[in-house]
């Protein structure tokens, strides 16, 4: 009897593991995967929302997919979206869309920073692919302990007195009313 419970018992363990290989593995699976990174996540990012941004933090270096350098210092003042996002990332590919619109109306009074360490051939090859003329960067030093997240995509807005306004994880609309409208507020202050 013990034997056979035993058997029906990892009989339903392997039924449940195929069950969720399928569903992480489908297109269905992508988005169960979003939305649980976003709840796992929910609580170590959303805890930066409102904070000063250090002035230790605008001490971080980048490289241009040119290989010139930017200092973080130098978008002081100035409303920043910043991504942090990566070629094999689905989340990260799902909202490159969106944030390209969005950059297409706001570039020239908004600093987008894309940041990533992928390899510039495979970045290269991946703007070049789906179309996208993003200004992306890579770390020349670490990245703030601010800006730190485990997860990507993490996207912030930080408005001109250097607050973090907005904290997000995982694919968003970012061509959306709601964010439209936030810019504009942020720009007007």
């Known amino acids: 009897m ?20 399928v569903l992480l593995l ?32 605008y001490e971080w270096e980048l490289l241009d997919l040119e290989g010139n350098t930017l200092q973080f210092k130098s978008k002081k003042g100035t409303v920043v979206l910043l991504n942090f996002w990566a070629t094999w990332c689905a989340p990260c590919i799902a909202e490159m869309p969106s944030l390209q619109q969005l950059y297409n109306d706001y570039g020239d009074k908004v600093s987008f920073m ?35 997240s485990k997860l990507l995509p993490t996207t912030y807005i930080v408005n001109e007195e250097g607050k973090i306004v907005v904290v997000e994880t995982g694919a968003v609309d970012w061509n959306s009313e709601a964010t439209r409208k936030l810019l504009d507020e942020l720009l007007l202050n």
């Open 114 to 148: 894309f940041v990533t360490n992928d390899d510039p051939s495979k970045v290269n090859a991946f703007l070049e692919k789906r179309s996208l003329e993003l200004p992306v960067y890579y770390p020349n030093s670490p990245e703030p302990n601010v800006f730190s």
């Open 26 to 57: 489908s297109p269905v699976g992508g988005k169960i995967k979003t939305y649980a990174g976003r709840f796992m996540a929910a609580n170590s990012v959303k805890g930066k929302l409102g904070e000063q941004v250090p002035l230790a933090a």
């Open 2 to 21: 013990t034997l056979i419970k035993l058997k029906n018992n990892w009989g339903l363990r392997l039924l449940l593991l195929a069950v969720v290989v």
